[in-house]
T-cell receptor, first 116, second 111 residues
Framework: NAGVTQTPKFRILKIGQSMTLQCTQD?????MYWYRQDPGMGLKLIYY???????DKGEVPNGYNVSRSTTEDFPLRLELAAPSQTSVYFC???????????????FGPGTRLTVL | EDQVTQSPEALRLQEGESSSLNCSYT??????LFWYRQDPGKGPEFLFT???AGEEKEKERLKATLTKKESFLHITAPKPEDSATYLC????????????FGPGTRLSVLP
């Protein structure tokens, strides 16, 4: 298994440009997450999904959009990039059952995004 | 406000010198506390989940413990390969799928 893969690894955007960060997992996990990590700060949840077709906002969703059309893929869309979106973005996935088992999150390698 | 703090911010140890990392949390009903290891330029890697006060878990040189207000990650006789940033995260009963992460402790183990 490749686990959680993310593309691209690095990207530089100009203010106002848009882009999509790709995330794919091959573990058949139902939950997927997008986080951002800024220096000296903890990971902040942007959006998450509990299954195909179902997404919800996390702590810092402004400026981002997501969709989940398949179990495997969970792309993150940045519209009108701003310098405040300069960060490292991590995608993660986990498997949780209706009984509430909280299995660990598996993280991708991250995408380092700079907005100039 | 629910929050997670970690101390120290950075820790430098000699190989074999045991120590502990602290994770203090304030949440309205703890669902689970998680420890992750993060190497530079990589995503976090899961270490432990603790659910209730008094619980302990071990993995090689690492042992995690949990009280009602904090968790400790004890590192016994560390090796240089244990150098990494260690992250603590909590999930509260009212968070749904939102996990609150601490800023991490950057551990360096010198040979």
């Amino acid at each position: 298994n490749a686990g959680v893969t993310q593309t691209p690894k690095f990207r530089i955007l100009k203010i106002g440009q848009s882009m999509t960060l790709q995330c794919t997992q091959d573990m058949n996990h139902n939950y997927m997450y997008w986080y951002r990590q800024d220096p000296g700060m903890g990971l902040k949840l942007i959006y998450y999904s509990v299954g195909a077709g179902i997404t919800d906002k996390g702590e810092v969703p402004n400026g981002y959009n997501v969709s989940r059309s398949t179990t495997e893929d969970f792309p993150l869309r940045l519209e009108l990039a701003a310098p405040s979106q300069t960060s490292v973005y991590f995608c993660a996935s986990s498997y949780s059952t209706w009984t509430g088992g909280y299995n660990e999150q598996f993280f991708g390698p991250g995408t380092r995004l700079t907005v100039l | 406000e629910d929050q997670v703090t970690q101390s120290p911010e950075a820790l430098r140890l000699q190989e074999g010198e045991s120590s502990s990392l602290n994770c203090s949390y304030t949440v309205s009903g703890l669902r689970g506390l998680f420890w992750y290891r993060q190497d530079p330029g990589k995503g976090p890697e899961f270490l432990f989940t603790l659910y209730s006060a008094g619980e302990e878990k071990e993995k090689e040189r690492l042992k995690a413990t949990l009280t009602k207000k904090e968790s400790f990650l004890h590192i016994t006789a560390p090796k240089p390969e244990d150098s990494a940033t260690y992250l603590c995260a909590v999930q509260a009963n009212n968070y749904g799928q939102n996990f609150v992460f601490g800023p991490g402790t950057r551990l360096s183990v010198l040979p």
